[in-house]
């Protein structure tokens, strides 16, 4: 089956513990996302990747890493959480150009 | 930097009433053209998308949008809208085959 997979699914943790969130994609897609959802925000993209090695900003980087090493796989890691980091975060996948699937979405939240 | 505006940012309407939701982008050039929606408590699911042709496509669900390019606009509209599409709809727009860029998003209420 088709699909973009997220781990953990939910998440709390202190401020201070790196974490990581990963997303998997089985559709040997070039383009992967990662975007955060706050309410009354909207959707907002932290990071994109056209491609292996290559990643580029969204609109709000600040506080995230990603890499691409290989295809079907775009970790998202916050080294150092804080609380403005509790949100619904959701990665997505598709072929440059065309529609993104989304993955189910990981909530976290840091105390 | 390229921009997506919705004009509404929640609507309220009763059952079977009709459903236009705006969206417009930024410049010309290049574009495929998206609207998603967003249930609660579920991830983005696609509507209906434009590459190019006829500039009024169809989705699921009864959804249709029509791409106007002297407006730069995709607005999605629905002639009878039931209380099972309560929900968040997002239009999203891809330049020049490079990245997305998401509007902020419209709320809507369906009241039964």
């Known amino acids: 089956e088709a699909q973009v997979t997220q781990n953990p699914r939910y998440l709390i943790t202190v401020t201070g513990k790196k974490l990581t969130v990963t997303c998997s994609q089985n559709m040997n897609h070039e383009y992967m996302s990662w975007y955060r959802q706050d309410p009354g925000l909207g959707l907002r993209q932290i990071y994109y990747?056209?491609?292996?090695?290559?990643?580029d900003k969204g609109d709000v980087p600040e506080g995230y890493k990603v890499s691409r090493k290989e295809k079907r796989n775009f970790p998202l890691i916050l080294e150092s959480p804080s609380p403005n980091q509790t949100s619904l975060y959701f990665c997505?996948?598709?072929?440059?150009?065309?529609?993104?699937?989304f993955g189910p979405g990981t909530r976290l939240t840091v105390t | 930097a390229q921009s997506v505006s919705q004009h509404n940012h929640h609507v309220i309407l009763s059952e079977a009433a009709s459903l236009e939701l705006g969206c417009n982008y930024s410049?010309?050039?290049?574009?495929?053209l998206f609207w998603y929606v967003q249930y609660p408590g579920q991830h983005l699911q696609l509507l209906l998308k434009?590459?190019?042709?006829?500039?009024l496509v169809k989705g699921i669900k009864g959804f249709e949008a029509e791409f106007i390019k002297s407006k730069f606009s995709f607005n999605l509209r629905k002639p009878s809208v039931q209380w099972s599409d309560t929900a968040e709809y997002f239009c999203?727009?891809?330049?020049?085959?490079?990245?997305?860029?998401f509007g902020p998003g419209t709320r809507l209420s369906v009241l039964p």
């Open positions: 997505a996948s598709s072929f440059a150009g065309y529609e993104q699937y």
């Open positions: 990747s056209m491609n292996v090695e290559v990643t």
């Open positions: 434009y590459f190019s042709g006829d500039p």
């Open positions: 999203a727009v891809n330049f020049y085959g490079q990245n997305f860029v």
């Open positions: 410049y010309g050039g290049t574009v495929n």
